[in-house]
């Protein structure tokens, strides 16, 4: 008797512990539990206590050696580029399935994907794309510089590169330089044939599936297109390039001969050098004549403002503002400027001495600048509408 009351705390505690479920933190139940099977009932395949608890056991815990198990998830790993914790559970939920698996982590993807999509993405790369006539360049953001250098995300900025460039609707207005329409974009179908993303889908759904991969919010920002208008070049640069079509900031533009006999040599190797010059020296207008009366009294009105603090006659205030006014010009007009590669000499001068080489006029067309990120925190902090690109 004495024994019985003894014993009579742990048999009721043994008892109590076999009457529920016993799982690990994989979601199957231990040994010990598989034990003590044969003393209960079958319910629909699955072992059933007296009270109607239902015990779930991992099947594949033997069927499926420690070794298969690193295959699966090694193999998942390389379809999806998923964090390894979330390839895991996939297969374990799945039964060690990976195909359903890898569909389970593609619908998961896409929810945490749309779940960021408010996110700030002031990270990413522009890709450019171009032919003899025409240049294209997207911005596509993420949120770190770490997602910017995974080669799925490249491979996807220059698929939309190309597939921008390729675009009939803005063939015809990309002369005069046309900044894309990224809700446009989002809707054209796309095929893609790379090893964790391939298939045609719109652009929209693979934006979405590869930040579903990165687990950072990916957006499709803003792109702009410019084509020669008549005998000339489209000059490209591109900085910070991790890849041949790919960088943070790109400088275009494009050089046009009045005689259509003019060898197109000197014209792409000064070009080239004009477009790393717009990436060097950030200019906003091609002319004097360009700047618009407002935005020179603008900057009149700032000049003068500082140089009264001087505490100067009124006199040689207005020959501060000038002076300094001149300067303004000399540093963001185009033809005005320094020239990166030889700063004895402006840009005009370097267009007067193409021109002489050639023995035919040659002027600019149209140029721009465009920067990762640029006009992304601008916006958010003051609400200042979204860049476009500095063009001209």
Request: proline share 4%; hydrophobic share 40%.
């Amino acid at each position: 008797m004495a024994f019985s009351r003894g014993a009579k705390g742990p048999i009721g505690y043994l008892f109590n512990r076999m009457r529920a479920p016993t799982h690990s933190g994989h979601c199957y139940s231990s040994w010990a539990c598989r034990e003590t099977i044969s003393s209960f009932t079958s319910k629909n395949g699955y072992p059933q206590c007296a009270s109607g608890w239902q015990m779930f056991f991992r099947r594949f815990s033997v069927e499926v050696p420690a070794s298969e198990q690193m295959n699966f998830i090694k193999q998942l790993r390389e379809r999806t580029s998923a964090p390894i914790k979330d390839v895991k559970a996939a297969l374990i939920a799945s039964n060690w399935d990976i195909e359903a698996a890898q569909k389970d982590l593609r619908k998961r993807g896409i929810v945490l994907a749309s779940k960021k999509s408010s996110r700030t993405a002031a990270e990413g790369l522009l890709a450019l794309a171009q032919d003899e006539n025409k240049a294209a360049v997207i911005e596509l953001n993420c949120e770190t510089d770490f997602v910017a250098r995974n080669e799925i995300f490249q491979y996807l900025a220059l698929s939309l590169a190309r597939m921008a460039l390729s675009v009939e609707k803005y063939a015809g207005q990309s002369s005069s330089g046309f900044p894309f329409d990224p809700e446009y974009l989002e809707d054209l179908r796309i095929s893609l044939d790379h090893p964790k993303l391939s298939g045609e889908t719109t652009v929209k759904s693979a934006i979405t599936e590869v930040a579903a991969i990165m687990g950072e919010n990916v957006k499709l920002r803003r792109g702009f297109a410019v084509s020669k208008s008549s005998h000339g070049v489209v000059s490209t640069y591109l900085h910070t390039s991790p890849q041949p079509g790919l960088g943070r900031i790109s400088g275009i533009l494009t050089l046009e001969a009045e005689d259509d006999n003019v060898p197109l040599d000197a014209l792409q190797r000064v070009g080239s050098q004009l477009a790393m010059h717009i990436v060097a020296a950030k200019p906003l207008f091609l002319t004097r004549e360009h700047v618009s009366s407002e935005a020179l009294e603008n900057e009149r009105e700032i000049l003068k403002s500082q140089a009264e603090t001087s505490g100067k006659p009124q006199m040689a205030i207005e020959k501060m503002v000038e002076g300094r006014l001149r300067k303004y010009l000399e540093e963001v007009v185009f033809m005005e400027q320094k020239f990166v590669v030889n700063d004895s000499i402006n840009i005009k001068a370097v267009m007067d001495g193409l021109s002489k080489e050639v023995g035919s006029p040659v002027k600019i067309g149209k140029f721009f600048r465009m920067e990762v990120g640029e006009g992304i925190q601008r916006l958010e902090t003051s609400g200042a509408p979204e860049v476009v690109a500095q063009a001209a």
